[in-house]
């Protein structure tokens, strides 16, 4: 039997080393880190704060921070990737545009030996799959301007490869596009972002932050969502019908569907009575399975018949 060992020794055992940083403020200070609009650069300098969704990271995320990578983009002056490796991260890879950020993040690079590389790049451009070894997960306080875009290419990369690019990702957006991200149809936030977040991943809001928690402030509150791929992926082709069936449909959101579906090119009342949806309804009032029936409708019709 185990000899029961006390709470202190317990601490001193687990208790990850966390070596002495300057304050986030001396960093932006240091480097000359004023906020640069046009790279949706709003920091979060409260460790209180990051540690939170590091944590939450850790918990909820398909294989926590310790195995396989853990990705951020866009890691500014380093407060959430200072959390992440306090937070027991084993890797870190942080895709940042700013080249004032990826030098103001030398010293966290030294401060932990072989766990934290820092990549100059646009993340818009970068293979996500190429960053380490799996089990990937991406952890990012995201720059507002580009989010949607981001997320829409890291679901791109999942459906292309059956998963395994990524098991997870706990993402900070603009408060209404996390909403948008996790709607029930037939509500206002429900869209194209809805169906797609939706036909790829099980989306769940985090948090909420205020827009004070910021600095500067955005105009607007924040929200962390958690989306974490399906067992069951669409196919490639599944994947591109249903984008294809979503942007004809809520491109024109107000009108019927045998209106709004017109645009695909095939013949919209077929595609419907094929997909068991009636021809009155509008694109909100669809929820994903039935985007899923039509884009099986719309592949079928386009493969023409057999
Ligand atoms: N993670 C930091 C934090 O929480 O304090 C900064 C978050 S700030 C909202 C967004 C960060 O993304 C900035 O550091 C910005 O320079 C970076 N960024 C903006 N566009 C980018 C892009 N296309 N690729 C990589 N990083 C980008």
């Given amino acids: 039997m185990d000899s029961p060992s006390s709470p202190m020794a317990d601490a001193i055992d687990i208790a990850p080393a966390v070596p002495d940083l300057p304050p986030l403020r001396d960093v932006i200070a240091r480097h000359g880190l004023a906020a640069v609009k046009a790279l949706g650069q709003h920091f979060l300098l409260d460790l209180n704060l990051t540690r939170r969704i590091a944590r939450v990271a850790s918990a909820e995320l398909p294989g926590g921070l310790t195995e396989g990578t853990t990705i951020e983009i866009g890691p500014g002056p380093g407060g959430l990737t200072r959390a992440l490796l306090i937070e027991g991260a084993t890797t870190v890879v942080a ?33 996500v799959s190429a960053l380490g070894p799996a089990p990937r997960r991406i952890v990012a306080n995201l720059p507002y301007n580009v989010a949607s875009r981001l997320l829409i290419g890291w679901l791109d990369a999942i459906v292309a490869s059956r998963g395994t690019a990524l098991v997870g ?13 996790a709607a029930a149809p037939r509500r206002k936030a429900y869209g194209r972002l809805s169906v797609a977040a939706q036909t790829v991943t099980t989306v769940a809001k985090a948090m909420t932050l205020p827009a004070a928690a910021f600095t500067p402030p955005p105009q607007v509150d924040s929200a962390v969502a958690r989306l974490v791929p399906h067992a ?36 919209a009342g077929a595609l419907l009575a094929a997909a068991g949806v009636p021809e009155t309804a509008r694109a909100e009032e669809l929820d994903v399975a039935a985007f899923d029936r039509l884009a099986s409708a719309l592949r079928a019709r386009r493969a023409g018949p057999r």
Avoid: N
């Fill in 169 to 181: 990702m706990l993402l900070m957006f603009q408060k209404e596009v996390a909403e948008r991200l």
């Fill in 232 to 267: 069951s992926l669409p196919s490639a082709e599944q994947w591109a019908a249903v984008q294809d069936v979503t942007a004809a449909a809520f491109g024109q959101r107000r009108k019927m569907l045998r209106q709004s579906l017109q645009s695909l090119g095939a013949d």
């Fill in 95 to 127: 895709v940042e545009k700013d080249a004032r950020c990826v030098v103001a993040l030398d010293e966290l690079v030294a401060a932990f030996p072989g766990r934290l590389t820092v990549i100059q790049a646009d993340a818009l451009e970068v293979d």
